[in-house]
């Protein structure tokens, strides 16, 4: 699985470009010292460092059909992603992985995607929405529901059109705006009725804020989705990435080894336990 | 052309209804098409008719002082536009703009009361539908105000 010396030693990559998206979050693109393509799947994540800055798990926001580049959006919340977001060109971070569980783009051939995203959530998506369109013909209708907190929050607009012409619908929608914002104002599950979507014949994969995907999962199984066929994205406090520290336990399962994406139906229990 | 009755039994808050009552709202009724930037409403103003939008999108907004104008919801086609035109004081609590061009059914509320007042089942249809919309609203509010990006 791992070609290199193993996933507990981190290799070396240099930024080759960096690129500001938002008043705190950046996209980073990296290529390994070694020359080495990085070969990953749709929703696996790394661990990332700058040298002294600490170590964080980092999903993977670039093209899985370009293995040559390894793309991070990485959201400046801390001392070690304020290290990350800090590093331009030139710079060297040292990468673990990849690691983690992919979202299902081959269980759901055939059916509708209804892609459920919030905020940075898009970044792990990402990769998911680009292997989705380079197979586009073996889908149904793809959909993209997103919510962000205000216009200039929203990550890659400039690609939000190119997909849209690839094939995907795209809905957008903010929870505030001034008057200029011509878009849809309101909660994400809001656009769920508007899409009129196919529930019964719809894959969902969702990536965002905990309690907004409660949200939109719930207004999604109103729509008619099997819990069963929906997908999400978790978050907790990753550390080794290779279950064994056990700190991003999720209820009998550990987030880094059997996730982070989880069948909304194993997964949703131990979100409702505050102890958990 | 399509007959107001025809145009307001396939929105939500007026959807399954029965044709008589369809038929006593649509007196209350008429067609109207606005252009982009129109004030349907505002803040302060006597609520005395509002809207269900055919075509288009509208913008609930508060002006708040230092801050600006802040749209608060969008509203699209099959939404009904304004609320306090049913309840006293009849005023309303927010502006609403026209983003794009619309097409609108317009009715006159103190109509629509009366012919509620006179006929109880179709006050009690219409308020259960109304409230079903106001619930769905309450609720997207309060997820709105948790501001759940701002702290992920």
Excluded at chain 1, 110 to 133: E, F, K, S, W, Y
Excluded at chain 1, 145 to 162: I, V
Excluded at chain 1, 184 to 198: F, K, M, P, Q
Excluded at chain 2, 133 to 145: D, K
Aim: proline content about 7%.
């Amino acid at each position: 699985m791992f070609a290199g010396p193993g996933p507990m030693v981190p290799e070396p990559f240099e930024v080759v470009s960096s690129r500001q998206d938002t008043d705190d979050t950046w996209t980073l693109e990296l290529e390994a010292c070694s020359g080495q393509p990085f070969v990953f799947a749709p929703g696996q994540f790394t661990m990332l460092s700058a040298a002294g800055a600490g170590e964080v798990p980092i999903s993977i926001s670039g093209d899985p059909d370009e293995p040559e580049r390894l793309v991070h959006t990485v959201r400046a919340v801390g001392l070690a992603t304020e290290a990350i977001c800090a590093a331009g060109p030139g710079r060297r971070l040292l990468v673990r992985g990849p690691f983690g569980e992919p979202w299902p783009i081959e269980q759901a051939e055939g059916a509708d995607v209804v892609i459920a995203a919030g905020g940075i959530g898009l970044a792990p998506l990402r990769p998911a929405i680009l292997r989705l369109l380079v197979r586009r013909r073996r889908y149904g209708r793809l959909v993209l529901l997103y919510g962000a907190r205000s216009p200039d929050q929203l990550l890659y607009p400039g690609e939000l059109d190119a997909w849209r012409s690839r094939g995907l619908e795209v809905w957008v929608t903010v929870d505030s705006a001034g008057p200029e914002w011509l878009g849809h104002v309101g909660v994400v599950t809001r656009l769920v009725r508007r899409a009129r979507l196919d529930g019964a014949g719809s894959v969902v994969m969702s990536c965002g804020p905990e309690v907004m995907m409660r949200f939109a999962v719930a207004t999604l199984r109103d729509a008619g989705v099997a819990e069963d066929r929906i997908f999400a994205s978790m978050e907790r406090n990753m550390q080794c990435a290779v279950g064994r520290c056990g700190h991003c336990q999720l209820g009998p399962t550990l987030v880094c080894r059997d996730g982070p994406v989880y069948r909304w139906r194993e997964a949703a229990p131990w979100l409702m336990i505050r102890e958990v | 052309m399509q007959r107001i009755e025809e145009l307001i039994s396939i929105a939500p808050v007026f959807e399954g209804l029965a044709s008589e009552h369809l038929a006593l709202i649509a007196r209350c009724g008429h067609n109207e098409r606005v252009p982009a930037g129109t004030m349907l409403l505002r803040e302060g103003q006597p609520a005395e008719r509002f809207f269900l939008i055919r075509r288009g999108s509208v913008a609930v907004e508060v002006h708040a002082p230092g801050r600006g104008t802040l749209v608060i919801e969008t509203l699209h086609a099959g939404d009904p536009v304004g609320l306090s035109w049913l309840f006293a004081p009849y005023r309303w609590q927010f502006d609403t703009r026209a983003v794009e061009p619309c097409e609108l059914v317009v009715f006159d509320g103190a109509c629509l009361r009366g012919k509620c007042e006179e006929d109880h089942e179709l006050g009690y249809q219409l308020m259960s539908r109304f409230v079903a919309n106001v619930i769905s609203r309450f609720q997207a509010t309060r997820f709105q105000l948790l501001d759940v990006y701002g702290h992920a």
